[in-house]
């Protein structure tokens, strides 16, 4: 992980209330695959004194008049403390992680988003994008950054992909801004000579990714839920159509989706036919609030115990987590 504050190229509204953000901060485009993310502060407390406030922010602050001397004073050492109730936080986006949590908590919170795309650059590294949909302050922040603004980072995060060397056919299943990571692994593996169909729903036409933007090879199968686009129905409707033919199964989206798409990988593969299983990757959505591990709140259950989403994930097997 590496920290910067990362300067904004380019900032343009996609789709409906989607926003592509270009930002350019090297050290933490290197390390980056698709599924993994970044965490940004969502707020206006810009540097002042170069990348050494960086470094500052992440310090315990100065110690107080009574800390390293026994604590509080003595008259506050004696009121019991007082529970003010849980933090306010905003309903989550629709996935982790463009995903990953793009609307929720206060503005002091970073926001964990999912590496979008790279570009590289004329000194040899790489620019990186990141697709959100506005949905709280934190979002409604990042779209109105301009070009040259600066937003301090933290990154690259979490487990990414793991496409393996033997698959040759890849099936992508995206629910609304869970697109976002699926788009950069759909570019990497078409231009890698892997055929990828990548199937992606929303509730209408004007939620769904440009299919235009997408390499010519991928093939884009669209759903919606009025039926403005595409088969009328939900994404896991299709997944039936096309699991026989992938070789690994790649999805992101709420978690609502992840249930369903165990539902319709349980019917047809069946329970204990564990020689006829594919590998089924998800990204998981959770609130992260710190995004490394220290906080645990992103603990989740799995087979495998308590796992926190942030370390451990966000990628993990389907049936590891929705069984």
Known sequence: MRIAWATVIESERLYADTWVLWLRAPEVARGAVPGRFLMLRC?????????????ATFRSPLPGPHEGRGGLPPEAARRPPVWAGPPAVEKPASTPIGHIGTGYGPPMLP???????????????HDFAILFEVIGRGTQ???????GDRIFV???????YA?????GNLLLVAGGIGVAPLVWLADEQVARGRHVTLIQGARSAD??????????EVEVVAVTEDGSLGRRGLVTDLVPDYLSWADQVFACGPNAMFSALAEVVRRIEGEGARRRRKSVQVLLEEVMPCGTGICYGCGIMTRRGVRLVCKDGP?????????
């Open 315 to 323: 990628r993990f097997e389907l049936r590891d987590v929705f069984w």
């Open 154 to 160: 933290y990154g690259p995060l979490g487990r990414g």
């Open 163 to 167: 496409v393996r060397r033997g698959a």
């Open 207 to 216: 939620g769904l990714f440009p299919a235009h933007l997408l390499a010519p």
């Open 111 to 125: 926001r964990p988003m999912s590496y979008h795309r790279l570009r590289p650059t004329q000194g040899g590294g």
């Open 141 to 147: 922040w990042l779209s109105r950054r301009q070009t």
């Open 43 to 55: 707020h206006d407390a810009a540097p002042s004194n170069g990348e050494g406030n960086v470094a």
